[in-house]
Nanobody, 128 residues
Framework: VQLQASGGGLVQAGDSLRLSCAAS????????MAWFRQAPGKEREFVAA???????YYTDSMKGRFTISRDNAENTVYLQMNNLQPGDAAVYYC???????????????????????WGQGTLVTVSS
């Protein structure tokens, strides 16, 4: 599985961006997908996930501003980000879990260890 993230760029505070992550291969609809981000000097953190069954999970701080979605026909997962703030500046990575495991709770989606494929990242810069 290859993941190609795109859509990052330089924006001003309050602006919006939509990130895309295109996946190769015929089995995209079977994957759980997620977005993580990593700011300079910080650890990678969970942003949002969407399961193969359409379950959606967000970090609390991003609820209401960020929206994750997927288009299985296009093998693509999206992250719509609104009202961006300087604290949102980071490299954003998409990730895929191809294992087919079923999870009993949301916490598994928050962990980077859940995902076995990663995209190369797309840089989001937010000026104040």
């Amino acid at each position: 599985v290859q993941l190609q993230a795109s859509g990052g760029g330089l924006v001003q505070a309050g602006d919006s961006l939509r990130l895309s992550c295109a996946a190769s291969g015929p089995s995209f609809s079977r994957y759980d997908m997620a977005w993580f981000r990593q700011a300079p000097g910080k650890e990678r953190e969970f942003v949002a996930a969407i399961s193969r069954n359409g379950g959606i999970y967000y970090t609390d701080s991003m609820k209401g501003r960020f929206t994750i979605s997927r288009d299985n026909a296009e093998n693509t997962v999206y992250l719509q980000m609104n009202n961006l703030q300087p604290g949102d500046a980071a490299v954003y990575y998409c990730a895929a879990d191809s294992s087919g495991r079923r999870y009993s709770g949301a916490s598994s989606y928050y962990s980077s260890l859940t995902y076995d494929y990663w995209g190369q990242g797309t840089l989001v810069t937010v000026s104040s």
